[in-house]
Structures are given as C-alpha cells and as structure tokens.
C-alpha cells in the first residue's frame, strides 16, 4: 500500500503561483510513477503530470506545459506541483497518485485538494 497527502492548494488570482505537495509513504517508491491529475466541477477527472520516481522523466497534459513543473525529493519521499501562471481553468480539485512505473493503473490516490483561480 502507498499513502499520499496532498497539501498546499488554496486560492489565488490568475496569473499566481501555487505549490501542492504529495507525502508519499508505505512502500519504497523507486519503482513507481507518481502523478498529480484534476477534476473541474461538472468534469472528468484529468491528466495533470506525472514523474517517474528513479528516472525522472516527466510528462504533462498540453494545457499545462510550460507553466506546471513536477518534481520529487528521494530523500523526502515528497512530490511538488509547482504551478506558475495560473488560469481560471485550473480551477479544480487536484489529485497526488501512483502506480508502479510498469503498470499502467494508477492505483493509489490521495484525498485531493481544491485549488480556486479567480479572475
């Protein structure tokens, strides 16, 4: 099993940065993925980012690249969403998952956090 808890979401005016963060534990994570995904009201749950935990290689959803960088502390067992210029669609409430790195399932979830963008 591999607990997550998400904090740091909030709210803010468009064009703000915010910073969630993931405590990640229960299993040793090098052979895991871990992603952050969101839910907009009325929504699908979506994509956000994602980062392999001993490589490091990381994707995003297109909407977000170039503003949201994922990045993880080994020695912390932790997971940053550093979110820069923030839109009114980025409203929603953000999800830290993961899955071993050879399974595409993402299978562990955390409890999410909101994340509100004003204008």
């Known amino acids: 099993q591999v607990q997550l808890v998400e904090s740091g979401g909030g709210s803010v005016q468009a064009g703000e940065s915010l910073r969630l963060s993931c405590a990640a534990s229960?299993?040793?994570?090098?052979?895991?993925?871990m992603g952050w995904f969101r839910q907009a009201p009325g929504k699908e749950r979506e994509f956000v980012a994602s980062i392999f935990w001993s490589a490091g290689g990381t994707y995003y959803v297109d909407s977000v690249k170039g503003r949201f960088t994922i990045s993880r502390d080994n020695a912390e067992n932790m997971v940053y969403l550093q979110m820069n210029s923030l839109r009114t669609e980025d409203t929603a409430v953000y999800y830290c998952?993961?899955?071993?790195?050879?399974?595409?399932?993402?299978?562990?979830w955390g409890q999410g956090i909101q994340v509100t963008v004003s204008s």
């Open positions: 229960g299993r040793t994570l090098s052979s895991y993925a």
């Open positions: 998952a993961a899955r071993l790195a050879v399974v595409p399932k993402w299978n562990y």
